[in-house]
T-cell receptor
Framework: GNSVTQMEGPVTLSEEAFLTINCTYT??????LFWYVQYPGEGLQLLLK?????DKGSNKGFEATYRKETTSFHLEKGSVQVSDSAVYFC???????????FGSGTRLSIRP | ETGVTQTPRHLVMGMTNKKSLKCEQH?????MYWYKQSAKKPLELMFV???????ENNSVPSRFSPECPNSSHLFLHLHTLQPEDSALYLC???????????FGPGTRLTVL
């Protein structure tokens, strides 16, 4: 079946460090891929998306590239800030389906 | 108001109470969703509505009863809840079942 696997957290980094949060998926065909972010006490916010192979989604300094050959959609940011501390969810969606499949979430903490 | 709003933001109820959660989307979307988010568990999809018709009900106990009176509003009626129902309840909406979802801030429910 379809599934999303993301690296387990928590991930703790110092401010200005480089961030990678790994996400791989299992699916047939060509799903759309998303990263959502959840700040403390809030709901999920769409961070970025990619709808086809080799697409790069980007927002607020974060980037992720849809890699069909490795079935991956890793989230990266060149220089993290304390305000990036949150839980990040990778997700996939088929156009023929009625629900998004979410990963388990990765908690990120940034030290000043 | 913009985006997806949820009220109340916090709710404490006894096991014999009846209460309702409200969600309103101001995005002109035609699909709405209820999710349950518990600590240390994956995000659980509860109900899906498309064009005000329920299209998915993921084996949710009958003590949770959804209602979608129009495309902008979604309710979750609660009665005779159990302490294990304590969680963050998230509402989301999308323009079509095959498009990205936008989430509200959630209602933090505590059942005593």
């Amino acid at each position: 079946g379809n599934s999303v696997t993301q690296m387990e957290g928590p991930v703790t980094l110092s401010e200005e460090a480089f961030l990678t949060i790994n996400c791989t998926y299992t699916a047939t065909g060509y799903p759309s891929l998303f990263w959502y972010v959840q700040y403390p006490g809030e709901g999920l916010q769409l961070l970025l998306k990619a709808t086809k192979a080799d697409d790069k989604g980007s927002n607020k300094g974060f980037e992720a590239t849809y890699r069909k050959e490795t079935t991956s959609f890793h989230l990266e940011k060149g220089s993290v800030q304390v305000s990036d501390s949150a839980v990040y969810f990778c997700a996939l969606l088929y156009s023929s389906a009625s629900k998004i499949i979410f990963g388990s979430g990765t908690r990120l903490s940034i030290r000043p | 108001e913009t985006g997806v709003t949820q009220t109340p933001r916090h709710l404490v109820m006894g096991m014999t109470n009846k209460k309702s959660l409200k969600c309103e989307q101001h995005l002109g979307h035609n699909a709405m969703y209820w999710y349950k988010q518990s600590a240390k568990k994956p995000l659980e999809l509860m109900f899906v509505y498309s064009l005000e018709e329920r299209v998915e009900n993921n084996s949710v106990p009958s003590r949770f009863s959804p209602e979608c009176p129009n495309s902008s509003h979604l309710f979750l009626h609660l009665h005779t809840l159990q302490p294990e129902d304590s969680a963050l309840y998230l509402c989301a909406s999308s323009q079509g079942l095959d498009k990205e979802q936008f989430f509200g801030p959630g209602t933090r429910l505590t059942v005593l």
